[in-house]
């Protein structure tokens, strides 16, 4: 069932348009993941839901309510973690914890959020003294802590490190796998491809691509070889000779052959730049990521400007 529903969405500062005709959906028991680069109106889209910014026009709905003229009723239902802010910097966790419990009827014990988060050892702590990761984590408990039916994520595995981003991705996973929504804002694309289950990147106020991961991954991906060389290839000779095209999408070292990619074809370019005696590292083959998925249809976008 859809519990959050945009349907061409426009938000405007004076005569810029930060977000022009957007729509899409999330689902229960689903985690949505929110891509684009700065500025590309990920921020004002998420403010929208949670209430904090007005649309110029579409239509928002949150769990069936209106974020603007229901924002009241919908608080009780969803959780927000923003980057950052609102706690006391002299509280410390366990306090935080006590008090945002205190707001639900149904909230989840304080002690169990503290242990699953890793927050035990340092419940005692003022937050201003916590560590950034440590921050990351409390936050993201204080925004979970009411059972919420929708929760809103940014960047929340920002400055954590590898170890506490494993805990952060559990708990998301676990909201997900209870019946949550999850809408989740992050500049890390691996966090993205391990994390979700739908797909939305958004480039200049507008969606370039939205759907469920695997979908996205099956319409965009291809087979690769990638290599590196710093020594000069004559590009036209080797397209030549081995009917394929050569790129190098960074204008860097790094060299990429896209398409219908077979063994033979990976011998074939090793014995090229060997007979050629052009030295190369890292030749490898793989299925394209997220990442690359992502760099390539915001790098159109950027040459569209």
Do not use: C, W
């Amino acid at each position: 069932m859809a519990v959050i529903e945009v349907s061409d969405l426009h938000i405007a500062y004076g005569s810029k348009e930060a977000v022009a005709g957007l729509s899409f959906e999330a689902e229960t028991g689903q985690i949505l993941v929110v891509l684009g680069p700065n500025g590309a109106g990920k921020s004002s889209t998420i403010e929208s839901l949670e209430g904090f910014r007005k649309p110029s026009s579409g239509t928002v709905r949150v769990l069936g309510l209106d974020p603007q003229k229901q924002q009241r009723e919908l608080g009780k239902k969803i959780g927000v973690m923003l980057q950052g802010g609102g706690v006391n910097p002299r509280m410390t966790p366990s306090q935080a914890l006590a008090l945002f419990a205190g707001y639900y009827q149904n909230p989840i014990d304080p002690k169990e959020l503290e242990r699953f988060l890793e927050l035990d050892h340092i419940k005692g702590t003022s937050f201003r003294r916590l560590s950034g990761g440590e921050k990351q984590r409390l936050l993201l408990a204080l925004a979970v802590v009411g059972r919420p039916e929708v929760v809103m994520l940014d960047e929340p595995t920002s400055g954590v490190d590898p170890a506490g981003r494993v805990v952060i991705r559990n708990l998301i996973t676990k909201l997900r796998d209870e019946g949550a929504a999850v809408i989740l804002t992050t500049h890390e694309l691996g966090e993205a491809e391990k994390l979700g289950d739908r797909v939305l990147i958004i480039a200049k106020g507008r969606s370039i691509a939205y759907g469920d991961l695997s979908t996205i991954k099956s319409q965009h991906s291809e087979t690769q070889i990638t290599f590196r060389s710093s020594f000069p290839i004559d590009q036209v000779d080797f397209e030549t000779h081995l009917k394929v095209r050569l790129e190098r999408p960074f204008g860097n070292d790094l060299y990429v052959i896209r398409g219908d990619i077979y063994s033979e074809l990976v011998a074939q370019v090793t014995r090229y730049l060997a007979d050629k005696n052009v030295n190369f590292t890292d030749l490898s083959t793989a299925s394209t990521t997220l990442e690359d998925i992502y760099l390539s249809l915001t790098k159109q976008q950027e040459v569209a400007k």
